[in-house]
Nanobody, 117 residues
Framework: EVQLVESGGGLVQPGGSLRLSCAAS????????MSWVRQALGAGLEWVSS????????YYRDSVKGRFTISRDNAKKMLYLQMNRLKTEDSAVYYC??????????RGQGTQVTVSS
């Protein structure tokens, strides 16, 4: 069974930082492009960032470029999202997902990120 377990969310003030982690199991992690997707309260799912299976290419939505960094460790089956200079509009439940920007699949419960003063 494929499992993706997100962690690292929390409450942070605007301008602060968080690092999200996603532990994968039940799949050959290294053959999957991976993504982070988020859902703000009352809104739909929104793609945030993707990384190529080898970690060679990364992609971001415009609103997070220069602030967020996606990375992965295939040996540990881990996906990460470093989030800096957080804004209130970044508040959402963040999910890691298999697949890239145009075709992803959420397999976990997500982790809540709240940016508030």
């Amino acid at each position: 069974e494929v499992q993706l377990v997100e962690s690292g969310g929390g409450l942070v003030q605007p301008g602060g930082s968080l690092r999200l982690s996603c532990a994968a199991s039940g799949l050959t992690f290294s053959i999957y492009d991976m993504s982070w997707v988020r859902q703000a309260l009352g809104a739909g799912l929104e793609w945030v960032s993707s990384i190529h299976r080898a970690g060679s290419n990364t992609y971001y939505r415009d609103s997070v470029k220069g602030r967020f960094t996606i990375s992965r460790d295939n040996a540990k089956k881990m996906l990460y999202l470093q989030m800096n200079r957080l804004k209130t509009e970044d508040s959402a439940v963040y999910y890691c997902a298999t697949g890239g920007r145009s075709s992803w699949s959420i397999r976990g419960q997500g982790t809540q990120v709240t940016v508030s003063s």
